[in-house]
């Protein structure tokens, strides 16, 4: 649904900003609350303006504590508002593990829909811009698995304004995650005033024949190089960007999968357990008798994300995807 | 601290008025409306303990012993105020208006049971400890934005205190003066861990200091003492001054749960005396007696009505229909995801349906 | 490594209990702590006996803190301890979630091995008993997809005692489950004194040919049923139990699959994200072109354990995993 | 509660004594040690922030204005006791014992950084906020029990406090009577957030209350005030008396980190002000000033001393060799289990190694 009329040309993070301005403009049961998120205006920006817009009752700057900015936005969750919670980074979402995973996700089965939680979690994720310690995180997984939750990662944004308000408007906990590094690495035409991209769906970025690469996020910019890379040598890539990571598009991959037979999965995050796991799993499901390759995956590693002087080498590059692309092709 | 946090009473263990200021208000209407409510969920306790021994519910959890801090504090609270309870504490949520069968129902391990009657503003119990606080914080905090006067009770134990959430909680209402009520009820133990093993602090009631609020210690086995003072905190609360902290300091006479043996932690001559001497109910019995209140005919056909009307719960309890698949997958979320729909379908077609 | 010498008949529990006495008695850094581990010798008197034995010095009944216990623990073990923590269910691990994912996995790596976190963490798990709610999660994929800790879950008694031995020998953090409905389930020979099962190794628990089961935990009785099952159609099936989740046995998963071509793979825990998927994802790896047919996972559904009034129809059982078996087979 | 802990000081602003017990033990050698620590790390530390403006190292945490905190607290501490710092403590991990090159490492993002020296008993410092309370609290637990007097010093801000491990460390701490020190730098802010939207408490050494453990509150600003006070509860804690929470209050000049921009969420006028009435090394100048104590000659070559130690460190770090890709696959466990092993070799494999 768009009642847009213009385009502006936003960074990520600005349509982020402007998914929550036009969300809370229209809706005063939409709050925002987290760590500098009022004053400040967010470390990152994210929220730059909302607290003069619409004051401190609004945009509420929380104490330093995940689990209580978790557990009262379930409160206010349940008794009429719909909290759209920051957690400074991905990496800090831990000590609000228990309520999001005991409680967030469980109250609607529990009351069997008796009381509800519309809220949502905003994180910044991700490595790659030479952050700190621990502020790197990649565990979109340990939600994925959660039932009672949804997890949506935009790659740009349109889809980051759309997906945003898709997710305020969604009656349940949707977990959204910001590829920090692609905040402000490029800037796009996005509408003005509201419209959504729906949770569920994927989008193709590239059509192709030989070989599926799948990514969400901040890998999407490293599959989309290594793709290009692969057509100069007439590897034809059909490209995927999940955009949602549950429920995951189960049509969209099928499809395309059946289609080449061959497919190479992105994602940052350490390789046992990450989203390519449930990915090939999915596939083993839907498409075992199309496949003509095993699956590549091209990930982080078992190991914590290092410190950022070696988070290049942690990181999925276009090299790595183009030579797994190749590896899938000549298997 | 002890002496910073005195134990309020109004009534002692006698039946006996100490603190005279009240003298005027302990009335015989409110005493009977208090001895009915306590002696209606204490024998829906000691239900629930039969019905678990003879296997037709699963592992209960009793309050014997704690029913003057649940339902003194139950009745402290108003129409439209929320409650967020533990698994200890459905006698204050039987008080507040939950139905005996749908309690019944949770402890049969059926979803219904924690379903609040409509209009009714109970969360279901918590489980994982001191979770609730904060969800009690962001309910009142939600009364508050929306400009209502009313308020959050939450229950807890003396174990609770230890969570990080207990302190979030705290510190969250404090800094947004929101209107809660923190009840604690400090029965001793959680499970077997007695309170010097928790916390070195001698009160719970001191812990208020840390966040500038107001901090509370009563005796929780006058349902007096429980009913003015939570009383006088929803009140403060509903008029802006923010959340109370409430230490009522009580004893659980039986085990943890059924599947506890207390024996294997504490001696439980301590309970049998106890029960002679600082029983609520007793209490209350005595304070009756004393003021000429008592009628045995009353009580005894009180107990009477009461058996049956919940005698009348277990059976429905036990009518009710099996529970229903579809409660499994069907309220994850508003409406179901592919996987949950394939998950379900699959199932139903290998049950043959 | 054996010292033992005679055996005993123990449940999985007391093989929990005597593992625990036989490396306090050996070992004075070995300590034991959590809620009720002292005099009450555990909820499910995991730790009977060993406060009268050893004191409350080394059985230490802790505050209801899973952070700070976990967060201790940590402290304890880099100082030269060994400390043995009881989280009293698994599903009230999540308050502790980021001292182990930040910290206790973290501290070697960040510190290239100057301190390092010898400790376990020891939890019931599963559903099964009519436990009340969130007393019945099984959430073992959220710790295989965390670098840097170790995960084990053994099913029987023997394995239980010398898995925890091991456990407790290793240099780096363990996660040990217990599969709580089996801890009196049944009885089994247990060895008097000192032994190790190796962590990472899994075993065959029957030899086949057609199809390759593989559970773990409290499933293996379900595996086990339906395998005999199968057996009296003449199905004949190699029956996997994995002992360790993380790592997983490869080369025995692998051995299998490719001599069967043919999986079920059987786990209480929610199906997507489940370490069905990354057994999956492992196959892909391995054994690609010896496939006959898509690998099927028996598993607890995309819900919350639901309260125990539906929990036998959460839970995998025999005619679930007989029908995939069956179905894997007619592919 | 201000008037319950007032804010101890030895030295105020103008370097005048205000506490006349102490004069006796302002000796020249302890100012000038403390002078010279503390102007050594604010040298580090714009150092730090300049290298950071020249991308020569990463993101950089200043501590500017914090130096008689972290100074005066880590002196009070002795061989063989443990320290945990946060991001904003190298200043009391340099005096403690790091080497400037092994913190300008860290601050380059080198694993490297988080190594100790050799004997040094120092964390690496804590990112997740206020999760470190609970690691110093076993570790000084585990030389209680293994019998040593050693003790641990913790370092938090006051915007930790209200994390739930604040809590669950103070209360673990007071519970088993571990010899641990609470050191909490209130600066005032954490982040954008100033103090009175972090708790309604006025101070956070009223904190202690809770926990029935001693609380104080000391000019943090006061080197001398944090070096006696700190040692005190040092020496409590090694002699049995448990933990001790520290409120130092103090002030940080700077950003947050160098990615933060102060100017979006308060007056820096405040911070030049401060500069000028309650800066701790100027205090130590002046009080040096009116005690005769004060070289300029002295002053001079110390801080061309200093900036030598600070340059050589930097030539050192960028010096150093890169980043060992091993590092990252080889420390996650003792012995690599084979998925990292075999991620190992096929990221060797494509790097052409
Ligand atoms: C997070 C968490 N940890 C552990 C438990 C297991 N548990 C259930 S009740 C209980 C003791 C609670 O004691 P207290 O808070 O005093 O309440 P009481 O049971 O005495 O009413 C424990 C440890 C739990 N439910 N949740
Ligand atoms: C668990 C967690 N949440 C959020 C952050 C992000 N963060 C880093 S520093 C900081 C403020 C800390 O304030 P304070 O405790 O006062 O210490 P200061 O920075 O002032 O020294 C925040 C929110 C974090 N590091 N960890
Ligand atoms: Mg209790
Ligand atoms: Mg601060």
Not at chain 1, 73 to 97: C, D, H, K, M, T
Not at chain 1, 212 to 239: C, F, N, R
Not at chain 2, 209 to 234: M, P, Q, S
């Amino acid at each position: 649904m768009t009642t847009a009329i213009g385009t502006k040309k936003m960074t990520l993070v600005q349509a982020v900003t402007d998914g929550l301005r036009t969300m809370m403009k229209e809706h005063d049961d939409v709050i925002v609350l987290g760590e500098d998120v009022g004053k400040n205006g967010g470390v990152f920006r994210a929220t730059d303006g909302l607290y003069d817009e619409f004051g401190e009752a609004r945009v509420i700057d929380t104490p330093l504590a995940e689990s209580g900015i978790i557990g009262t936005s379930i409160g206010l969750a349940i008794n009429g508002f719909r909290p759209v919670a920051e957690i400074q980074f991905f990496g800090f979402i831990y000590p609000a593990f228990n309520q999001i995973m005991t409680h967030a996700t469980r109250i609607r089965s529990r009351t069997l829909g008796a009381f509800t939680v519309p809220m949502v979690i905003r994180a910044p994720y991700g490595a790659g811009v030479r952050a700190p310690e621990i502020h790197s995180d990649s565990v979109e997984a340990l939600f994925t698995q959660m039932p009672g939750i949804k997890v949506v990662v935009p790659s740009n944004p349109y889809d980051a304004k759309g997906l945003l308000i898709a997710s305020i408007e969604d009656p349940d906990p949707v977990l959204f995650l910001e590829p920090m590094r692609h905040y402000r690495s490029s800037k796009m035409d996005v509408p003005e005033g509201k419209y959504t991209v729906e949770i569920g769906k994927g989008a193709r970025r590239k059509e192709g024949e030989d070989v599926t690469v799948i990514a969400y996020g901040a890998m999407m910019d490293v599959a989309v190089k290594a793709a290009e890379k692969a057509e100069k040598q007439g590897i034809s890539v059909d490209l995927i960007d999940l955009r949602t990571l549950y429920p995951l598009d189960k049509d969209l991959i099928a499809e395309s999968v059946q289609k080449t037979g061959r497919v190479v999965i992105v994602h940052e995050a350490p390789s046992t357990g990450g989203l390519g796991d449930t990915i090939i799993s999915l596939i083993n499901d839907t498409s075992f008798l199309y496949m003509r390759a095993p699956i590549e995956r091209v990930t982080g590693f078992d190991t914590p994300v290092p410190m950022f002087s070696l988070e290049n080498d942690y990181l999925p590059n276009e090299k790595r995807v183009f030579d797994a692309i190749q590896k899938v092709i000549r298997f | 601290m002890e002496e910073r946090f005195p134990m309020l009473q109004i009534v002692n263990g006698n039946g006996e008025v100490v603190d005279e200021a009240y003298r005027s208000e302990l009335t015989e209407e409110l005493t009977k409306e208090l001895y009915t409510k306590m002696l209606r969920i204490r024998l829906f306790d000691r239900k629930g303990v039969n019905l678990q021994r003879q296997g037709r519910i699963g592992t209960y959890v009793p309050f014997e012993g704690q029913e003057a801090s649940q339902v003194g504090s139950a009745m402290a609270m108003g129409e439209g105020d929320w409650m967020f309870p533990t698994y200890r504490d459905h006698g204050a949520t039987l008080t507040f208006g939950h139905s005996l069968k749908t309690m019944f129902l949770y402890w049969k391990g059926r979803h219904e049971g924690c379903l609040p009657p409509e209009g009714k503003k109970i969360f279901p119990p918590a489980v994982p400890i001191a979770s609730q606080l904060l969800h009690a914080t962001g309910a009142a905090w939600a009364e508050k934005m929306k400009g209502t006067d009313r308020a959050s009770i939450v229950y807890f134990g003396d174990g609770a205190t230890s969570e990080g959430d207990f302190h979030e909680g705290l510190n969250f209402a404090s800094v947004f003066n929101v209107p809660v009520i923190f009840f604690n009820q400090n029965n001793g133990f959680a499970i077997s861990v007695p309170m010097h093993k928790q916390m070195k602090a001698k009160t719970i009631a001191q812990k208020a200091l840390g966040y500038d609020i107001e901090g509370i210690r009563i005796d929780g086995n006058d349902a007096f003492a429980v009913y003015f003072h939570t009383k006088k905190a929803v009140e403060r609360a509903r008029n802006g001054g923010g959340p109370t902290l409430i230490e009522a300091v009580t004893w659980r006479y039986g085990a943890h749960t059924t599947s506890d043996d207390p024996s294997k932690y504490r001696d439980q001559s301590e309970t049998e005396i106890r029960r002679k001497t600082t029983d609520p109910v007793l209490r209350l019995e005595r304070f009756m007696k004393n003021e000429n209140m008592w009628d045995e005919k009353w009580a005894k056909q009180l107990e009477e009505e009461l058996t049956a009307e919940i005698e009348e719960a277990v059976n429905e309890m036990e009518n009710e229909p099996d529970a229903n698949i579809n409660d499994m997958f069907d309220y994850v979320f508003e409406s179901n995801p592919w996987p949950i729909e394939e998950q379900k379908e699959a199932f139903m077609a290998g049950r043959g349906e």
